[in-house]
């Protein structure tokens, strides 16, 4: 890994003010070639509230799912809770990114993420209830009851996202992420309603120190 | 608890899981102990992730 840009501003007024320091380090593979890409930001907000936003993390398709990612989202946050951070903030993306940061913690940072989020849990819905009205095996098949499973547990989610956004009972997106999932299913190998749903979505999430 | 000590109790628990396995899967879920803890703290069946309290 190498820093190869680093850089210090101010947020305009309009951005809510605040000093940051911005760096880009270049992640290289263990033979030496380009690995992959992350940008931090980190600011002091003008109440003197410490932010590290995520701006950006791209790894190489042949490089994603090795702990790379986990191990630099570590080492970075220990800096954080060592440092007074109050929250890390990041735009989550690509294949993985709209999964995993809910699977770490992050949780949504704006209304319309968890719209967005909450109208493909709907859309699942109604893939859901498709199948099982049209389920061509015997009524005591295992896979039919996982889809039972799943509309339940995606209306409950629903009827508690009725709350409004920020209240108490409103689903996390932890808990989207996790919908359906028995202990000892792991993600790639198996996939539960929500990992389909969060899997490839784009939000905006906030992970709280 | 508020959404804010929610979100901050997940987020500790994350760390310290990723602390004691930094050789981990990169989905803390995987580990299915985790994953029982985690719903725990957020009110939800240890097994099936359905909320629990009313």
Same mark, same amino acid.
Do not use: C
């Given at each position: 890994?190498?820093?190869?840009?680093?850089?210090?501003?101010?947020?305009?007024?309009?951005?809510?003010?605040?000093?940051?320091?911005?760096?880009?380090?270049?992640?290289?593979?263990?033979?030496?070639?380009?690995?992959?890409?992350?940008?931090?930001? !980190?600011?002091?907000?003008?109440?003197?509230?410490?932010?590290?936003?995520?701006? !950006?993390?791209?790894?190489?398709?042949?490089?994603?799912?090795?702990?790379?990612?986990?191990?630099?989202?570590?080492?970075?946050?220990?800096?954080?809770?060592?440092?007074?951070?109050?929250?890390?903030?990041?735009?989550?993306?690509?294949?993985?990114?709209?999964?995993?940061?809910?699977?770490?913690?992050?949780?949504?940072?704006?209304?319309?993420?968890?719209?967005?989020?909450?109208?493909?849990?709907?859309?699942?819905?109604?893939?859901?209830?498709?199948?099982? *009205?049209?389920?061509?095996?015997?009524?005591?098949?295992?896979?039919?009851?996982?889809?039972?499973? *799943?509309?339940?547990?995606?209306?409950? !989610? !629903?009827?508690?996202?009725?709350?409004?956004?920020?209240?108490?009972?409103?689903?996390?997106?932890?808990?989207?992420?996790?919908?359906?999932?028995?202990?000892?299913?792991?993600?790639?190998?198996?996939?539960?309603?929500?990992?389909?749903?969060?899997?490839?979505?784009?939000?905006?999430?906030?992970?709280?120190? | 608890?508020?959404?804010?000590? &929610?979100?901050? $109790?997940?987020?500790?628990?994350?760390?310290?899981?990723?602390?004691?396995?930094?050789?981990?899967?990169?989905? #803390?879920?995987?580990?299915?102990?985790?994953?029982? &803890?985690?719903?725990?703290?957020?009110?939800?069946? #240890?097994?099936?992730? $359905?909320?629990?309290? #009313?």
């Amino acid at each position: 890994m190498r820093v190869y840009e680093a850089l210090a501003g101010t947020h305009t007024p309009h951005s809510g003010g605040g000093r940051y320091v911005r760096f880009t380090v270049a992640v290289k593979a263990p033979d030496g070639g380009p690995a992959g890409i992350s940008t931090r930001k !980190l600011v002091r907000e003008p109440d003197g509230t410490l932010v590290a936003d995520h701006e !950006l993390q791209r790894l190489l398709p042949e490089h994603r799912g090795n702990g790379f990612g986990s191990a630099w989202g570590h080492h970075m946050e220990t800096l954080y809770r060592d440092s007074g951070f109050d929250r890390v903030e990041l735009f989550a993306a690509d294949d993985d990114g709209g999964y995993m940061w809910a699977s770490a913690g992050y949780d949504f940072n704006s209304e319309w993420s968890a719209t967005a989020i909450l109208d493909e849990l709907a859309d699942e819905l109604t893939r859901l209830e498709h199948a099982r *009205d049209t389920w061509p095996g015997p009524p005591d098949d295992p896979m039919l009851q996982q889809i039972i499973d *799943d509309i339940a547990a995606a209306r409950a !989610l !629903l009827a508690d996202a009725a709350a409004g956004y920020g209240q108490p009972g409103f689903p996390s997106a932890y808990r989207i992420s996790q919908a359906g999932r028995r202990p000892g299913m792991k993600y790639r190998r198996d996939e539960w309603l929500g990992s389909r749903v969060m899997a490839g979505s784009e939000w905006e999430g906030v992970l709280k120190l | 608890m508020s959404t804010d000590e &929610q979100r901050r $109790a997940l987020s500790r628990l994350v760390f310290q899981w990723r602390t004691a396995h930094p050789d981990g899967p990169d989905d #803390p879920g995987d580990d299915p102990e985790f994953l029982r &803890q985690a719903r725990i703290l957020q009110g939800l069946d #240890p097994e099936t992730g $359905a909320r629990l309290t #009313p």
